[in-house]
């Protein structure tokens, strides 16, 4: 992703303060069409592999930086600085990055 949306832009150039956004992983293998879990959970941890242990590096230097891969989609919710934030979202592997904010619950 090498252009960024307006939203997140704004989005981490409001403070300093950590962010939590979503990453969108570019597919590159598509899982089988038979609707097999195990299936599609390996596809996804292979979409990830490279964003994966970028982001761990990205923790090793900074213990802030907190990431889960998520379910069985090509994503992956990042919890980091926005300088962090930027540096993952130009790698070529990443499809988007969307702001994730907490909403009020009431």
Partial sequence: M????RSLLEFLESSDALKQV????????????APIYSDHWKVAEANRTDLLS??????????RVQFEPLGLGNQV????????????????????VIPDEPEDAL
């Fill in 54 to 63: 970028a982001l761990k590096k990205e923790r090793d230097s900074d213990r």
């Fill in 22 to 33: 979503l990453i969108k992983v570019l597919a590159r293998q598509r899982p089988p069409a």
């Fill in 77 to 96: 919710a990042l919890r980091a600085p926005p300088d962090v934030i930027l540096k993952i979202a130009q790698r070529p592997d990443v499809e988007d």
């Fill in 2 to 5: 090498t252009q960024f949306s």
